[in-house]
Nanobody, 116 residues
Framework: QVQVVESGGGLVQPGGSLRLSCAASGFTISSYRMSWYRQAPGKERYLVATITSTGGSINYASAVEGRFTISRDNAKNTVYLQMNSLKPEDTAIYYC?????????WGQGTQVTVSS
């Protein structure tokens, strides 16, 4: 069964950093496109960052480019989202997604709150 579990969220002050982790089970991430999405209260979920199965292509939402970095550790079967220079508007639930058609798995999400 394809599963992903996020961790690493929490409360951080503006300007701070957090690293989110997405641990995969039931599949190997090297065969999947892995992505991070976020959803703020009252807003739609949208793509934050994505990395292809080979790692050869990485894309970011304009709102986070230059501050967030997506990476993958195939040996640990885990994907990360390093978030620096956090802003209050980054507050959201962050979700990990694994895609390799027809498989499409979402995690339960991890809350990130940026506030002083």
């Amino acid at each position: 069964q394809v599963q992903v579990v996020e961790s690493g969220g929490g409360l951080v002050q503006p300007g701070g950093s957090l690293r989110l982790s997405c641990a995969a089970s039931g599949f190997t991430i090297s065969s999947y496109r892995m992505s991070w999405y976020r959803q703020a209260p009252g807003k739609e979920r949208y793509l934050v960052a994505t990395i292809t199965s080979t790692g050869g292509s990485i894309n970011y939402a304009s709102a986070v480019e230059g501050r967030f970095t997506i990476s993958r550790d195939n040996a640990k079967n885990t994907v990360y989202l390093q978030m620096n220079s956090l802003k209050p508007e980054d507050t959201a639930i962050y979700y990990c997604r694994a895609m390799n058609w027809p498989n499409d798995a979402w995690g339960q999400g991890t809350q990130v709150t940026v506030s002083s």
